[in-house]
């Protein structure tokens, strides 16, 4: 059964601390994965991956993604109270254009 | 429009009544999609249409929900005999196309039955 699992599932910082979060995924001829973060309202989309190996990066958040182990990271930089969200990863199964959610990590950036 | 959009933001509905959902998506969108979200959860995917044609129903929960998308646009997605365990929050996503696009949400339905 396709699987998605992120980790930790909340973790509290103070600001300017750098984070990782982590996305493991097992799924039937992998695709793509997504990064997105929820605050209160609509998940906003981050990232699209799909190759292994190619860092993608807006400000000071970035993703990776690593097709042989089966995993994605995203890291924030001197984060901020405004990082304060869930992220939630998707991975897509090929053949079916269905994207499988994780149930996301919480973070929260204190002042 | 900008976004996508849905309405309405709240339903509070009495067991056994019918519902019905309406996602409006970002235009010129090919592909909806729609999710159920439960609190503390990511969302789950119920179904999902390229143009008009529904592709892939096999997240709908029972027979008691279906979802249409009659002009290619808008899509409505029905919930008949509702039950407390249908509260949730109801995601509607759209994509450029069919396939390895990005999904745009929705501010999403919080329907309660009570």
């Known amino acids: 059964e396709d699987k998605v699992v992120q980790s930790p599932l909340s973790l509290v910082v103070h600001e300017g601390d750098t984070v990782t979060l982590n996305c493991s995924y097992e799924?039937?001829?992998?695709?793509?994965l997504l990064w997105y973060k929820q605050e209160k309202k609509a998940p906003t989309f981050l990232f699209m991956l799909?190759?292994?190996?190619i860092e993608k990066k807006s400000g000071r958040l970035s993703s990776i993604l690593d097709k042989k182990e089966l995993f994605s990271i995203l890291n924030i930089t001197a984060t901020q109270t405004g990082d304060s969200a869930v992220y939630l990863c998707?991975?897509?199964?090929?053949?079916?254009?269905?994207?499988?959610f994780g149930t996301g990590t919480r973070l929260k950036v204190l002042a | 429009g900008a976004g996508v959009s849905q309405s309405p933001r709240y339903k509070v509905t009495k067991r056994g009544q019918d519902v019905a959902l309406r996602c409006d998506p970002i235009?010129?969108?090919?592909?909806l999609y729609w999710y159920r979200q439960a609190l503390g959860q990511g969302p789950e995917f119920l179904t999902y249409?390229?143009?008009?044609?529904?592709?892939?129903k096999s997240g709908l929960p029972n027979d008691r929900f279906s979802a249409e998308r009659p002009e290619g646009s808008i899509s409505t997605l029905t919930i008949q005999r509702t039950e407390q365990r249908d509260s949730a929050m109801y995601r509607c996503?759209?994509?450029?196309?069919?396939?390895?696009?990005?999904?745009?949400f929705g501010p999403g339905t919080r329907l309660t039955v009570t």
């Open positions: 996503a759209s994509s450029h196309r069919q396939g390895t696009y990005e999904q745009y």
């Open positions: 799924v039937t001829n992998f695709r793509s």
């Open positions: 799909t190759s292994s190996g």
């Open positions: 998707a991975v897509e199964a090929s053949g079916t254009y269905k994207y499988i």
């Open positions: 235009s010129g969108h090919v592909s």
């Open positions: 249409f390229n143009y008009e044609a529904q592709q892939d």
